[in-house]
């Protein structure tokens, strides 16, 4: 693999329902570090599984992905792997309701054994660069649905990744804090010569990455 190849995705397959329904078709790619691209197509065309397999929330039936020239297939320990190399931005932010936005920001960094002063630290310069600082206190359920999904992208590039997944992360957005939400995460794969891969519906969010992979019915068009 090419020092700048940071992703390979090799004749990748996933089957569902015992073999009955074919997720994904042998798709082949590679990205390099620094570039953003758009996963397009219609619900139920594999975007999703994808980004699962490739941030190791599931593993192939057929096929290998190899981040930073680590083949997936020998990863024992995902969480672990996960923690160190991949952030990941949902729909659906996925923050725990009893911690503030602090805490959670601060949480995938206790995985990577971060001393407690870096770790508030970090969250708090990160929370503080997306507008959010005076919002750290705050439980999520006390903020907006915009302000909770840049918390989330603060979560995701706690620990610095290489790698940063993101599956429809402006869904349930005004264009406002969508728009936000892009820059952020487009910053960090500039700032960070990152790898972005995005998931989405909308044609702009796809017209400002790099590249665009298509899938239909689990094929890369």
Do not use: W
Not at 115 to 141: E, I, V, W
């Amino acid at each position: 693999m090419s020092e700048a190849i940071l992703l390979e995705v090799s004749d990748l397959g996933r089957d569902y329902d015992r073999g009955r329904v074919r997720a994904l078709h042998e798709v082949s790619f590679s990205a390099q570090r620094g570039q953003t691209l758009a996963l397009t197509g219609p619900s139920g065309c594999g975007k999703s599984t994808l980004l699962s397999l490739i941030g190791l929330l599931d593993r192939p039936d057929r096929g290998r992905v190899q981040v930073d020239g680590i083949d997936l297939a020998g990863v024992r320990r995902g969480a672990d792997f996960r923690a160190r190399h991949v952030g990941f931005v949902f729909q659906f932010h996925h923050m725990v309701p009893t911690m503030t936005l602090q805490e959670n920001v601060e949480a995938p960094m206790l995985a990577l054994g971060v001393p407690l002063a870096q770790r508030r630290a970090r969250a708090a310069q990160l929370l503080d660069s997306m507008g959010l600082g005076a919002r750290a206190g705050f439980l999520p359920t006390h903020v907006s649905g915009g302000e909770r999904q840049r918390a989330a992208v603060a979560r995701a590039l706690v620990n610095r990744p290489a790698l940063l997944l993101a599956d429809e992360p402006t869904g349930n957005l005004d264009s406002r804090a969508g728009e936000q939400v892009i820059e952020l995460l487009v910053g960090h794969a500039r700032s960070q010569q990152a790898l972005l891969l995005v998931a989405t519906h909308n044609p702009d969010i796809a017209a400002a990455m790099d590249r665009r992979i298509e899938l239909l019915d689990g094929r890369r068009v």
